[in-house]
């Protein structure tokens, strides 16, 4: 994998570029001192893995991963840091692993092997099985994988989707939902669209009336009575009373 490292002392990138010469699977390919350096440098040389320092000069590390994060094919990101308080912080860009300094060399390993068959092919097939989707959250605009996604519900005029954590307006209908995502998703209602696969059953209320039942959530999300017929059928899905 084609390695950036991105640190703004001289001797932490020095280090770093020698722990990584320890593994031939990764190819250093450049560096950088900085957050606007690293990214145009990302932009030059299109590495597979970046290697980022958080705290640095001119923009710090999270959020130059927030903005790499948005490429179409991102890298892969380890976050490296002196300071064990950013953690939590770093957690929510989604990087691969991070790593404390100075890095020890068998844990820089184990995040190395972590990473496994993660190459730019892996990438890109990743992207059509578990593609992005964008939200927005006040003036912020933020993407996960589909993977997240319990599913979305059309209410007063707009779209909301549910996600692991969370919740946020989408723009797009559920019609355009249907088309841009196809098989990954499936329409069980005139209002709802589920990630189909975090449904793992179905139930059915003292009113007959019948709900997903969904991984990750207890919400209570109504299905027509002809796609719970058609599950039923389809998708072998057990129907268990709600009383």
């Known amino acids: 994998m084609r390695t950036l490292i991105v640190d703004d002392e001289p001797l932490a990138r020095a280090r770093l570029k020698r722990l990584l010469a320890e593994h031939p699977a990764f190819e250093w390919v450049g560096e950088a001192a900085d957050a606007a350096e690293a990214l145009q440098k990302v932009i030059q040389l299109d ?13 710090d590390g999270l959020s130059l991963a927030e903005t790499l994060n948005q490429r179409q094919i991102p890298p892969a990101i380890i976050l490296v840091t002196a300071h064990p308080e950013h953690a939590l912080d770093a957690y929510r860009v989604g990087p691969s692993d991070y790593l404390l300094k100075p890095v020890d060399p068998k844990r820089l390993k184990a995040a190395l092997d972590r990473l496994g068959t993660h190459t730019r092919a892996h990438l890109e097939k990743n992207d059509e099985l578990n593609p992005w989707i964008s939200y927005q959250i006040g003036n912020s605009i933020r993407r996960i994988r589909f993977e997240k996604v319990q599913y ?16 946020a307006i989408v723009e797009q209908s559920l019609k355009q939902l249907e088309q841009h ?27 007959a ?35």
């Open 47 to 59: 590495p597979d893995l970046v290697m980022l320092d958080i705290e640095m000069p001119g923009g």
């Open 152 to 167: 979305f519900m059309a209410e007063d005029k707009v779209v909301k989707m549910a996600f692991d954590g969370g919740e």
């Open 181 to 207: 995502y196809g098989q990954l998703v499936l329409r069980v209602h005139r209002n709802c669209v589920l990630n189909k696969s975090r449904m793992i059953g179905i139930k059915k209320d003292a009113h």
């Open 209 to 243: 009336c019948y709900f997903a039942e969904i991984s990750g959530t207890s919400d209570k999300v109504e299905i027509s009575r002809r796609m719970a017929s058609q599950l039923k059928r389809d998708y072998h899905l057990s129907e268990v009373s709600d009383r």
